[in-house]
């Protein structure tokens, strides 16, 4: 890769960084934590044909 490449790279895992955080698993755990897994959408649309 070239200079300009590799300081444009740095650059942008810096600001990724920045966002996210060193934690990237904790990041992305604090996103889904409110979201549905597969086995509350199951139990929903078995709620929903049993109405």
């Known amino acids: 890769m070239d200079d300009l ?10 600001c990724v960084l920045q966002i996210i955080g060193a934690d990237v698993a ?3 755990d604090d996103l889904i934590k409110d979201s549905p ?7 929903e649309s078995i709620r929903r044909v049993r109405e």
């Open 5 to 14: 490449t590799e300081m444009s790279k740095g650059t942008l895992e810096s």
């Open 26 to 28: 904790a990041f992305r």
């Open 37 to 43: 897994t597969s086995a509350d959408r199951y139990q």
